[in-house]
């Protein structure tokens, strides 16, 4: 299933907070410049990464797991190879009431475990990047392609 332009942009537009699963504390890697990026869009962005929980990326605190997390989140963006999707899917089903969305980020599939997460309601994105769909859906794409810059560096 694959979602159309306008079903993209109001699932960009009514998402407010973002679980980033696999986030790196190395700002030239996909997955921090990614959160950042959405950050920086206004949206409550929590990293979640066993290896850095405690410190604090993007004004908030990096949580060790997806239980940790507090208060609703809308969408679980996941930075893990395919393999760690269907954990990951689980745990959400399990410790995220109220999620909307589970997006995988390019390169990121597996079809049984999007198909458990769409009979329990939730949206499904694979192989997609946000950043890049947000650049596109609102008019934020240079003439020469993606653009990277980030508005604020205090992130």
């Known amino acids: 299933m694959s979602l159309n332009d306008a079903e993209l942009k109001t699932l960009l537009t009514e998402t407010r907070t973002i679980a980033c699963v696999g986030v790196s504390a190395n ?12 950050a920086a869009r206004g949206y409550e962005v929590t990293a979640v990464n066993p290896g850095l929980a405690g410190q604090t990326m993007f004004g908030r605190a990096v949580q060790p797991d ?4 507090e208060g609703r989140i809308d969408m679980l963006d996941i930075f893990r190879r395919s393999e760690h999707v269907p954990a990951l899917v689980d745990e959400a089903l399990e410790t995220l009431p109220g999620l909307r969305v589970i997006w995988m980020q390019i390169g990121v599939r597996h079809e049984a475990a999007a198909h458990r997460a769409r009979e329990r309601g939730i949206t499904v994105v694979q ?5 890049i769909e947000y650049q ?3 008019g934020e794409l240079r003439r020469g ?9 205090s992130l």
Do not use: E, Q
């Open 27 to 38: 700002p030239v890697r996909p997955s921090h410049f990614v959160a950042r990026y959405l």
């Open 66 to 69: 997806l239980a940790s997390l």
């Open 127 to 131: 192989d997609r990047c946000p950043k």
């Open 136 to 138: 596109r859906l609102f």
């Open 145 to 153: 392609g993606f653009a990277t810059g980030i508005i604020s560096s």
